[in-house]
């Protein structure tokens, strides 16, 4: 079974226009359905992908073979299957860890804490603050399933302020997740466009703190627009007024969402530095196996259940009763999630990228302002920002080559295509559905405060990658 990277080298090489219709048509559908029809996200989703299989020419859908409508039908469920196998394990494990960090208690441990160090007043600033360094090394969406309970409950407590720190949470993990290294699409965007693996880590996070901090100032007018109370269950407004002796202690209550950050962290920055590990094979395979995303969240979720269970004093059967609903709701967000994906796949997969690039050799042009359009546009219309960061590096670095020399250093293009992968998320991406289900919006406000928070340090990230180039090129 090909990989979604794999078939990123699949994708006719001379599509002409056909594709950007197949493009219009297809996000067409899904807005139309979604929206209008009122038709179930996985629904649409899958109908739109389908119709992009449908629509590509016979003969150019990645191994293809037979009939060519069955064909895409087929290679529709198959692509489905492929994004089902990356994020069902995560999401079904940070769901355990959400509601065992909420039913022990130990999610409030945490925020009152919290609150104690820094003050409510500031509790915020942190949480953004905090988040654009510990999710450095952390798959965005793993990220804020682990961060989630912790904000839930800061919530609950200070009884305002729930956008705030859903959006706190999100604006820092965003611009790691496409801009700094460990990450796999600024890694790959690195190696693709020969950027030494150090710069691209300083310029990102000193550039990243632009739209970061110009952020703060949108997430507290969202907050104030749109704020919405904590979507809760009575156990979890119960927990607030129990005294502190029926909690668990402050490190039993932090070690399910610590460790597991800790152990990928380890993994991920030995990965980037495996010539410096090669003394011990055996001791950077196990550093490796623990650092998993899988295995350490499985590491999470038996560590959240030991603390519900020592608290509330229940057994293994108890534990399965109370995680039967979350469990719920992850596989609604599954589907989705994967539903999506395939979308964003088929639409690789019927040439848009490699029609993007064609429709730009040759021209003149701004190389920064290019890039974050072309990332824009891939992110778009397949909804993956990874996907969208290798796409474009590996179709912008051949035209820059050609262009001869860039006045600028090319880091600035490596941050422009990571901006623009970042943009306006919507029903293809699976962040758009992890972030609004998980955190109780509807796809409305899904819209009206991820979607709008991405887009914005989007724009700023791209305004301050042109400046910077402007008055300090670095050639």
């Given at each position: 079974?090909?990989?979604?990277?794999?078939?990123?080298?699949?994708a006719?090489s001379?599509?002409?226009?056909?594709?950007?219709?197949?493009?219009?048509?297809s996000?067409?559908?899904?807005?139309v359905l979604i929206t209008?029809?009122?038709?179930?996200?996985?629904?649409?989703?899958v109908?739109?992908?389908?119709?992009?299989?449908?629509?590509?020419?016979?003969?150019?859908l990645?191994?293809e073979?037979?009939n060519h409508?069955?064909?895409a039908i087929?290679?529709?469920?198959?692509?489905?299957?492929?994004?089902?196998g990356?994020v069902?394990?995560?999401?079904?494990?940070?769901a355990?860890?959400g509601?065992?960090?909420?039913?022990?208690g130990?999610?409030?441990?945490?925020?009152?804490?919290?609150l104690?160090?820094?003050?409510?007043?500031?509790?915020g600033?942190?949480?953004?603050?905090?988040?654009?360094?510990?999710?450095?090394?952390?798959?965005?969406?793993?990220?804020?399933?682990?961060l989630?309970?912790?904000?839930?409950?800061?919530?609950?407590?200070?009884?305002?302020?729930?956008?705030?720190?859903?959006?706190a949470?999100?604006?820092?993990?965003?611009?790691t997740?496409?801009?700094?290294?460990?990450?796999?699409?600024p890694?790959?965007?690195?190696?693709?466009m020969?950027?030494?693996a150090?710069?691209?880590?300083?310029?990102?996070?000193?550039?990243?703190?632009?739209p970061?901090?110009?952020s703060?100032?949108?997430?507290?007018?969202?907050?104030?627009r749109?704020?919405m109370?904590v979507?809760?269950?009575?156990?979890?407004?119960a927990a607030l007024?129990?005294?502190?002796s029926e909690?668990p202690?402050?490190?039993?209550s932090i070690?399910?969402?610590?460790?597991?950050?800790?152990?990928?962290s380890?993994?991920?920055?030995l990965?980037?530095?495996?010539g410096?590990?090669?003394?011990n094979?055996?001791?950077?395979?196990l550093?490796?196996?623990?650092?998993n995303?899988?295995?350490?969240?499985i590491?999470?979720?038996?560590?959240?259940?030991?603390?519900?269970?020592?608290?509330?004093?229940i057994?293994?059967a108890?534990?399965?009763?109370?995680?039967?609903?979350p469990f719920?709701?992850?596989?609604?967000?599954?589907?989705?999630?994967?539903?999506?994906?395939?979308?964003?796949?088929?639409?690789?997969n019927?040439?848009?990228g490699a029609?993007?690039?064609?429709?730009?050799?040759?021209r003149?042009m701004n190389?920064?302002?290019f890039a974050?359009?072309?990332?824009?546009?891939?992110?778009v219309?397949?909804?993956?920002?990874?996907a969208a960061?290798?796409?474009?590096?590996?179709?912008?670095?051949p035209?820059?080559?050609?262009?001869g020399?860039?006045?600028?250093?090319?880091?600035?293009?490596?941050?422009?295509?990571?901006?623009?992968g970042?943009?306006f998320s919507w029903?293809?991406?699976?962040?758009f559905?992890?972030?609004?289900r998980?955190?109780?919006?509807?796809?409305r406000?899904?819209l009206?405060?991820?979607?709008?928070?991405l887009?914005?340090?989007?724009?700023?990230?791209?305004?301050?990658?042109?400046?910077?180039?402007?008055?300090?090129p670095?050639?």
């Amino acid at each position: 079974m090909n990989t979604p990277l794999a078939l990123l080298a699949t994708a006719p090489s001379d599509p002409g226009n056909w594709p950007f219709f197949v493009l219009l048509i297809s996000v067409a559908l899904v807005v139309v359905l979604i929206t209008v029809v009122k038709l179930h996200a996985f629904l649409a989703l899958v109908l739109a992908a389908i119709t992009a299989g449908v629509l590509t020419p016979t003969g150019q859908l990645p191994g293809e073979t037979g009939n060519h409508f069955v064909y895409a039908i087929e290679l529709v469920t198959r692509e489905l299957g492929v994004v089902a196998g990356e994020v069902a394990l995560v999401v079904g494990l940070a769901a355990i860890i959400g509601m065992c960090l909420a039913e022990s208690g130990a999610a409030d441990k945490v925020v009152r804490r919290f609150l104690a160090l820094f003050g409510e007043k500031r509790s915020g600033v942190a949480i953004l603050v905090a988040s654009y360094v510990l999710s450095m090394p952390i798959f965005f969406d793993t990220f804020f399933i682990l961060l989630l309970p912790i904000a839930r409950a800061l919530a609950l407590r200070t009884k305002r302020n729930y956008v705030l720190y859903i959006m706190a949470i999100c604006s820092g993990g965003v611009i790691t997740h496409g801009l700094v290294i460990p990450h796999p699409g600024p890694l790959a965007m690195a190696g693709i466009m020969g950027i030494d693996a150090g710069q691209t880590i300083i310029a990102a996070l000193l550039v990243g703190a632009i739209p970061l901090t110009a952020s703060w100032f949108l997430i507290k007018w969202l907050d104030a627009r749109y704020g919405m109370p904590v979507p809760g269950n009575q156990s979890d407004t119960a927990a607030l007024d129990r005294p502190e002796s029926e909690l668990p202690p402050f490190w039993m209550s932090i070690l399910p969402v610590v460790l597991p950050i800790i152990l990928i962290s380890t993994a991920s920055t030995l990965a980037a530095m495996k010539g410096l590990a090669t003394d011990n094979p055996g001791l950077l395979r196990l550093v490796e196996f623990l650092g998993n995303r899988n295995t350490a969240l499985i590491i999470g979720a038996a560590l959240a259940m030991w603390v519900v269970m020592r608290q509330r004093k229940i057994t293994f059967a108890a534990v399965s009763d109370l995680i039967g609903p979350p469990f719920e709701t992850a596989g609604v967000i599954i589907l989705i999630t994967s539903a999506g994906g395939a979308f964003g796949l088929m639409l690789k997969n019927a040439g848009v990228g490699a029609a993007i690039r064609a429709s730009a050799e040759g021209r003149d042009m701004n190389f920064i302002l290019f890039a974050w359009v072309v990332a824009s546009v891939i992110r778009v219309a397949q909804g993956s920002t990874t996907a969208a960061l290798l796409t474009t590096a590996a179709m912008v670095q051949p035209v820059i080559a050609s262009a001869g020399a860039l006045p600028y250093h090319p880091i600035y293009v490596f941050l422009a295509i990571g901006f623009g992968g970042m943009i306006f998320s919507w029903m293809n991406d699976s962040g758009f559905y992890v972030i609004g289900r998980l955190s109780g919006f509807n796809d409305r406000q899904t819209l009206r405060t991820w979607t709008t928070v991405l887009t914005f340090n989007s724009i700023v990230g791209l305004l301050a990658t042109l400046l910077l180039s402007k008055i300090f090129p670095l050639v």
